[in-house]
């Protein structure tokens, strides 16, 4: 191994640490707790360091928003196994979207609310934000034609669902009833794209 490729896995090695403690400390504390300088004193590297590797807090909690997109991405597509069909894809799809959103809360905070420069539905998107999308895309596909509004709006609705949960606006029990309602507006509206042209050619 060359000094320069060796050099390059030794930064890899210390952004995924930075990245790795960022984590823990908002799992832990919230993200409030989580400085540059709280970082410094956790991993035992100098603040110049972390600098080196990340120009501020909102970078980390970037690098920690792509992790989250490919985890999300990795647990909608496991979803779809052992679907009996199309519906129950979508089902399970819906559910383990708001599965990930409960068990991840900072994690979840970091992908959808914290401030960062990560840019969504452009051409520079990155391919780990894609990921969540086209796994969610995949699931509508079968229902509509016009995937992308579709897709966008079975998004937020999940969202909207996500963050009542998380902070306790409506009723825990009911999250199955909800989830039906959300998948048959999915499939209703393929219907109607269907027999009535509402479709938006692309």
């Given at each position: 191994m060359s000094i320069a490729e060796r050099k390059g896995r030794q930064r890899a090695e210390r952004e995924s640490r930075i990245i790795a403690v960022a984590r823990l400390i908002a799992e832990r504390e919230g993200w409030d707790a989580v400085t540059v300088r709280r970082l410094a004193e956790e991993i035992e590297y100098s603040q110049p360091v972390l600098y080196s590797h990340f120009e501020n807090r909102d970078a980390i909690v970037a690098a920690v928003a792509v992790e989250g997109f490919q985890e999300l991405a990795i647990a909608l597509r496991d979803a779809t196994h052992g679907s009996t069909g199309q519906q129950s894809a979508l089902e399970h799809v819906a559910m383990a979207y708001l599965g990930f959103a409960g068990r991840c809360p900072a994690l979840y905070e970091a992908m959808f609310t914290l401030p960062t420069d990560l840019r969504f539905a452009e051409a520079e998107t990155r391919p780990e934000l894609r990921a969540g999308f086209e796994a969610l895309a995949s699931v509508v596909t079968p229902f509509c034609t016009d995937v992308e509004d579709v897709t966008e709006t079975f998004w937020a609705a999940l969202h909207g669902l996500a963050e009542l949960e998380r902070s306790g606006r409506i009723r825990p029990g009911a999250r199955v009833e909800r989830i039906m309602l959300v998948v048959r507006a999915v499939t209703?509206?393929?219907?109607?794209?269907?027999?009535?042209?509402?479709?938006?050619?692309?």
């Open positions: 209703v509206s393929g219907r109607a794209s269907s027999t009535h042209g509402y479709a938006i050619p692309r």
